[in-house]
C-alpha cells in the first residue's frame, strides 16, 4: 500500500532532540543561526497578526523572553509587532542570554521597546506571548515565573499565546515540568510539531495547536526515522486509505462481517456497533447477538441478518458457547466485544476457563486458528486479559502472538492496563500514547488502536499515527461501539479488496470516526452529538 499520509512538515511528529537535530544539520550545511530565527519567528508575526491583530492593535504586547533561542524567537516577534504600530513591551526574569539573544534584546531597545524592571502585571489587558524556555525543558519554571503565570490564568484567561512549546511542559511527554504550566490560548509549533504537544496530557496547556512552516527541505526530512510517528487531521480525509473494490463486485466481495456484541446488561451496544459497521459500506453484515435482541433487530437495522442467537449468563453477560463454528470462507472479519459484559457480576472475580462456560474456551481456541481479521474491543478484551487467559494458561499477549489471522484491538487506557500490565508497570511520567502503543504492537504482533482524547494508532512493524484534533464534546458511551464497528466494517472490506488488514486502515478508521464528530460540533460549542449521529455522519463521509 502507499504511505499516508506524506511524510512531510504537516504531519511528521518529532521529539525536541530530534528537532535540535535537524536544526544542525542545517546549521552544518552553512545556514546561518540568525537566518532560521528570522524565519520561524517572522513567521509567527505573521500568524499573530492574522489572528490576533485587533487584539494587538487594541491591547498591546507583553513579550516573555527567554535566556535561548526561543527567547530570540520572541524578540523578532516583539520588533515585528512594534514596528506594525503594535504597542508592545518585555520581560525578561534572567540575568544572562545567549549571544544572539542578547544581540536582539539591545537591538529591540535601540528600537525603543521597553524593558520591564519588575514583574508584569497579571490582570492587564496586552496579550502575553511566551517566549522563555521553549523546546528542551526539563526543570519546572521555577519561583518567580511560575506564580505569574498561575495568577495570568486565573486573572486573565486567554490572554496568553505560547511560542514553539509552552512553559512548563515536556514537549516529548506533555507533561508538567512542575506544579504550574502556561495554559496558552494558542501554542505556535515551529518546523515540526513536537509529540508532546498532542498528548492528552498537554491539550489544556497547548490550545489551539497551530503549525508554523519552516519549508523544511525533503532531504533532511528524509533523515528520520522510516516509523517516524505521523500527525492526522481533516486535511488527511480526503486521501486515506480506501478499498480498491471491483466496480462489478457483489455484497459478498465488498467485505463480510460479523458482529458479536450486546447482552441483557448491555442491550443498545450492538445497535452502536452495527450502525458504525453499516457506516463503513461493508457489503454483508451478520450478527450473533442475546436473543432479546434477535427478535427486533429488523426494525432498526433490517439489512443486517442474525446469524445466530446466544444465551446470556445469569447476571446478563453474553455467553460465547456456541460461538466455535467461523467458516473463513464465508466471513472476512468478526468483530467480538462492544457490550458483551464481563465473565462474573461486577465486584466479582471471574472464574478461570474452562469453568467459566461449557465450550466458551473452545471459542477462544478456535479463534487462534482463524485466518480473518479479529476486532477485540471493550468485554472482548477484558475477557481475553482475564479468565480467558487463566484459562487457556496464555497472558493476553501470547495469545495474540499465536492468532493465525490479522487482528485490530481497540483499548481504551484502562483496558490496555489489564492487557499489557507490565508495559503499564514500567511506564513513567515521561511516556507516552505513542510509545505505549507501539510497544505493546511490537509485543503482541496486533495492530493497537489506544483510545483517548488524541487516539493513535501503532501497527507491529513500528509504524504509528495519532490524531491532532477531535471533539471533546462527543466522548459519551457508546461512541467506542461506533468505531469498533465502523473499523470492523472497513477492515472487512479491506480484507475483501486486499487479503490484508494493514494498519493504516485502522488509522484511516480512526480519523473519519474523529471529524464525523467535529463536523458535528455545535456552533455554541457546548452541544454534543450523539453516537448514533456519529454513524450517520460516519456513512456520509464514506
Not at 499573530?48 to 523572553?65: F, I, N, S, T, Y
Not at 520591564?116 to 517566549?131: F, G, R, T, V, Y
Not at 511516556?431 to 482524547?453: N, P
Request: hydrophobic letters at 45%.
Amino acid at each position: 500500500m502507499p504511505a499516508w499520509p506524506a511524510r512531510d512538515g504537516r504531519h511528521l511528529l518529532v521529539s525536541s532532540a530530534q528537532m535540535a537535530a535537524l536544526e544542525e544539520q542545517l546549521f552544518a550545511s552553512g545556514l546561518p543561526v540568525e537566518a532560521l530565527m528570522e524565519k520561524a519567528a517572522l513567521a509567527v508575526s505573521r500568524r499573530l497578526l492574522e489572528q490576533h491583530g485587533e487584539r494587538l492593535r487594541r491591547d498591546g504586547a507583553l513579550v516573555l523572553v527567554g535566556p535561548g533561542h526561543n527567547g530570540g524567537d520572541g524578540l523578532v516577534i516583539a520588533r515585528e509587532l512594534h514596528l506594525a504600530g503594535v504597542a508592545t513591551t518585555l520581560w525578561s526574569p534572567f540575568e544572562r542570554r545567549k549571544p544572539l539573544t542578547e544581540a536582539h534584546l539591545h537591538h529591540a531597545r535601540w528600537l525603543g521597546i521597553p524593558l520591564l524592571d519588575h514583574n508584569p502585571n497579571p490582570e492587564a489587558s496586552p496579550l502575553w506571548i511566551d517566549a522563555l524556555l521553549g523546546i528542551g525543558q526539563r526543570r519546572p519554571p521555577g519561583a518567580v515565573i511560575e506564580p505569574l503565570l498561575h495568577a495570568r490564568q486565573q486573572q486573565r484567561p486567554g490572554g496568553l499565546v505560547a511560542v514553539d512549546v509552552p512553559t512548563g511542559l515536556c514537549a516529548d511527554s506533555g507533561q508538567a515540568t512542575g506544579p504550574v504550566t502556561a495554559l496558552a490560548l494558542t501554542t505556535y509549533a515551529i518546523g515540526l510539531v513536537k509529540t508532546g504537544l498532542v498528548q492528552d496530557a498537554a491539550l489544556a496547556s497547548v490550545g489551539q495547536l497551530e503549525w508554523i512552516d519552516l519549508g523544511l527541505p525533503r532531504s533532511l526530512l528524509d533523515t528520520l526515522p522510516c516509523d517516524q510517528p505521523l500527525g492526522l487531521a481533516a486535511r488527511d480525509l480526503a486521501d486515506r486509505p480506501r478499498p480498491a473494490l471491483s466496480p462489478a463486485a457483489n455484497k459478498y466481495q465488498r467485505g463480510r462481517l460479523l458482529v458479536v456484541a450486546g447482552s441483557e446488561a448491555y442491550q443498545g451496544a450492538a445497535s452502536l456497533a452495527l450502525a458504525g459497521a453499516s457506516s463503513s459500506g461493508c457489503g454483508s453484515l451478520q450478527a450473533a447477538l442475546p436473543e432479546a435482541l434477535a427478535s427486533s433487530l429488523w426494525q432498526q437495522h433490517p439489512h443486517v441478518v442474525v446469524s445466530q442467537t446466544l444465551a446470556c449468563h445469569n447476571h446478563g453477560s453474553l455467553r460465547l458457547d456456541q460461538l466455535t463454528e467461523l467458516d473463513p470462507q464465508r466471513l472476512n472479519a468478526l468483530l467480538i466485544g462492544p457490550g458483551i459484559g464481563p465473565l462474573a457480576p461486577a465486584g466479582q472475580l471471574a472464574p478461570p476457563m474452562p469453568q467459566a462456560g461449557p465450550g466458551e474456551a473452545d471459542c477462544w481456541r478456535s479463534l487462534l486458528g482463524w485466518s480473518g481479521l479479529l476486532v477485540l474491543d471493550a468485554d472482548g478484551l477484558n475477557r481475553l486479559a482475564g479468565p480467558v487467559a487463566q484459562g487457556l494458561g496464555l497472558s493476553a499477549i501470547s495469545w495474540l502472538q499465536q492468532r493465525q489471522g490479522p487482528t485490530w484491538i481497540t483499548p481504551h487506557p484502562a483496558e490496555f492496563a489489564r492487557l499489557f500490565p507490565e508495559l503499564a508497570a514500567t511506564s513513567t511520567t515521561t511516556s507516552t500514547a505513542l510509545e505505549a502503543a507501539a510497544q505493546a504492537a511490537r509485543s503482541c504482533g496486533a495492530c493497537v488502536l489506544l483510545k483517548g482524547a488524541r487516539s493513535v494508532v501503532a501497527a507491529p512493524d513500528g509504524r504509528r499515527w495519532q490524531l491532532l484534533e477531535a471533539n471533546p464534546t462527543s466522548a459519551r458511551a457508546g461512541l467506542g461501539d461506533v468505531l469498533a464497528g465502523h473499523a470492523a466494517g472497513l477492515g472487512a472490506m479491506a480484507m475483501a479488496a486486499t487479503g490484508g488488514a494493514d494498519a493504516s486502515w485502522l488509522a484511516a478508521a480512526a480519523l473519519a470516526h474523529a471529524q464525523a464528530g467535529l463536523q458535528l460540533r455545535a456552533p455554541s460549542n457546548q452541544g454534543a452529538a450523539t453516537p448514533l449521529e456519529v454513524a450517520q455522519k460516519l456513512a456520509q463521509l464514506c
